[in-house]
């Protein structure tokens, strides 16, 4: 069993910036890649950034250039910056990653961008 918990979430004008950060814990030694989703409302779980355990990392086309996913203090943390946020980055997100052939998913952070 994994557990994720995510933190940092909250309210920003557009334009303004947040930090997300995922720790994982249990069973964290067979985690491979982390990553970032997102869901608006009415909307589908839309990918957002992803870092393999390698350290290979994908955006989705929608975020390039404005967040950056890091490893934050190992394996069983990632971080997410988001900076010149959007009003249509206004969603809950969360953090998600594979164990043992699992599925894990945080409880979600909301991020409210205001225009």
């Known amino acids: 069993q994994v557990r994720l918990v995510e933190s940092g979430g909250g309210l920003v004008q557009a334009g303004g910036s947040l930090r997300l950060s995922c720790t994982a814990s249990?069973?964290?030694?067979?985690?491979?890649?982390m990553a970032w989703y997102r869901q608006a409302p009415g909307k589908q779980r839309d990918f957002v950034a992803r870092?393999?355990?390698?350290?290979?990392?994908n955006y989705a086309e929608s975020v390039k250039g404005r967040f950056t996913i890091t490893r934050d203090g190992g394996r069983e943390r990632v971080a997410l910056e988001m900076v010149s946020l959007k009003p249509e980055d206004t969603a809950i997100y969360y953090c998600?990653?594979?164990?043992?052939?699992?599925?894990?998913w945080g409880q979600g952070t909301q991020v409210t961008v205001s225009s």
């Open positions: 998600h990653t594979i164990s043992e052939g699992t599925e894990y």
């Open positions: 249990g069973k964290t030694f067979k985690i491979t890649a």
């Open positions: 870092i393999g355990r390698g350290g290979n990392i």
